[in-house]
């Protein structure tokens, strides 16, 4: 499997493992250090997956054509 093929549910789904040890570093320390990392957690995934979905409609703008 190349990396280029990962879609991005595929990617987000991989990236909410992430939650697990985060859960257990709030249950572990402070109740309130866990939520906070769990919502940091939560809007570096959202971030990735619009940065990552694909452009609908890409006409072809990059960096080979002349305008």
């Given at each position: 499997?190349?990396?280029?093929?990962l879609s991005?549910?595929?990617a987000l789904v991989v990236g909410l493992?992430?939650?697990l040890p985060v859960s257990?570093?709030?249950l572990g320390s402070s109740l309130s250090a866990g939520v906070v990392s769990a919502?940091?957690?939560l809007i570096i995934l959202a971030c990735l997956y619009v940065a990552f979905?694909?452009?609908p409609g890409n006409?072809?703008?990059g960096s080979?054509?002349?305008?």
């Open positions: 499997m190349v990396l280029e093929d991005p549910r595929a493992l992430a939650l257990w570093y709030g919502v940091n957690v979905t694909p452009i006409h072809g703008h080979n054509e002349t305008s």
